[in-house]
């Protein structure tokens, strides 16, 4: 099964409903990202997550970040992580390696699917815009982050 259409693009992430607000993601996680494309499939990535505010948090791989991650070269062990809620269109998605969003051309997109307590799952796509690989398809995988601190 592809990651999305034709073009193996990722599938666009769901609203998230009414009552949720961004203060309820604050906390520590671990992060388990899978790739599920290309010749990184089934690599697995592990990182703890403390999200401290409403827009940022950071990310403390666990090893180091893969090579095919598009980040700034600031984050090749500790990564930051910037919120990003759009509240009209519901959409949650965090990016990792991309600190305020600055770049273009840097970053991991983590989508957020589905918001359980103490569990958020989604997908996750390199958002670099250069693609150096056979087939010229971006990283992408899905990922869990899980709660540390209930």
Do not use: K
Not at 57 to 85: C, K, M, N, Q
Not at 103 to 132: A, N, Q, Y
Not at 144 to 150: E, G, I, K
């Amino acid at each position: 099964m592809s990651d999305g259409s034709q073009r193996m693009t990722a599938p666009e992430p769901p609203a998230q409903p009414r009552t949720f607000r961004v203060s309820q993601l604050r906390g520590t996680y671990l992060l388990q990202m899978t790739a599920t494309l290309g010749t990184e499939r089934g690599e697995r990535v592990v990182a703890d997550v403390v999200i401290d505010s409403d827009s940022s948090g950071h990310a403390s791989v666990h090893g180091h970040w893969p090579e095919y991650f598009s980040l700034t070269p600031d984050s090749t062990h500790r990564g930051d992580l910037t919120i990003d809620f759009d509240s009209r269109s519901r959409r949650l998605s965090l990016t990792l390696g991309n600190p305020g969003l600055r770049w273009t051309d840097t970053g991991v997109i983590l989508d957020v699917f589905r918001i359980e307590p103490g569990t958020i799952v989604g997908r996750w796509v390199d958002g670099g815009l250069s693609v150096h690989r056979e087939g010229g398809l971006h990283p992408q995988g899905w990922f869990c982050l899980v709660a540390q601190d209930h």
